[in-house]
């Protein structure tokens, strides 16, 4: 059986003119011998009745906070609506479907409620469905504990449903359905010949997501990896072939070929602060690199890009954690400056792996534009600049230009 996994995002199902597009795209896969196994995520976004930030101001509007289950509870039901409306489209066609929530698609997870972990898939009655001819739609973002309680698996995670669903059934790909193109090397926004990509791998899109830019649920990517099964982004409301996101490449020549780009794409997030710490003995015994970063951790701060030297220790931090660092270094009687209003901009691509000059090249593509370095970070296929927030524009401009990533 040639299963093909859909997944529709709130956008693409925000209205009927809309619903009767993904209707199009379902009953294309039909046509190709596909038997299609949709999972749609909540209609609309924020502010439109059925979205999920709707239901929970809703739920939160009676004037006392809803606690994580029942939170669960009235969160799960806008992919259910979502399920029937769009089946009822599918319906007027002559589609047989059935809609499922997540429980009754077989996804169990444990009670984690708001961010719940998919422990299995039990996918017999999707089977049951596929093999009496019947389109199983299927309520994205949720599932159930073994108890039977409602649970949802953290926000975006229609796009997890999907890549779980693909890897239980083992389908031939997961197309993630939304409202742009596909994969691009830089947020349009900033780029204007940013370039959608045909092919990207699993890890590149994994970085995407881990340096800041929006593409799809990190996990949902890691599932469809382990699986080895491909993911396809595409738009609902075009024809275009989208981008295939994939392994390594095994036709892929051992030497750099000279036309490949050593750099896939550009990501970027802001609200950064560097930090440095100054290890001058003013702290007395807790000078020590375990005490100052086991002291951070045990406050929950997350650090990052972190630089430890013998005199001066350097790490960025995100702005909302600002204040509680402060507490915590001025407790200990560390000396420290801060930095605010940083982005971090980083460049990605498998191919860069022992390639020498990328570091060079970065750098010279920054200064060109007289944008400051104020600190790098790098792993063999990401380098990461920190930079002052009013330059990230040219400086993701700059590096787009440099690596040639706008050109085909
Ligand atoms: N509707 C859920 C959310 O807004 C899940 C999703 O859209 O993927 O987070
Ligand atoms: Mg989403």
Redesign the pocket.
Known sequence: MKILVQKF??TSVANQERREMVADKVEKAVQQGFHPVVVV??IGRSGDPYA?DTLINLANSAGSKTNPRELDMIMSC??VISCVVLANTLKKRGHNCAVMTGGQAGIITDENFGDAEVLRVEPQTIYDFLEAGIIPVIA??QGKSEKGEITTLG?????VTGAIIGEALNADAVEIYTDVEGVMTADPRIVPDAMVMKKIFYNEVFQMAEYGAKVIHPRAVEIAMRSSIPLLIKNTMSDSEGTLITNYDKTRKYRQDKKDKIITAIAQIGSRTQVKVFFDGSAGEFEKDSYLFELIASEGISVDMINVNPEVKFFIIEDYNIEKLQKVLASKHFQYELLSNCTKVTIIGNKMRGVPGVMAKTIRALSKFNIEILQTSDSHTTISCLIYTEFTNAAVNALHQEFELGKA
């Open positions: 995002g709130g995520s909540a999920t806008g992919e994205g973002f926000r975006g995670g229609s796009d």
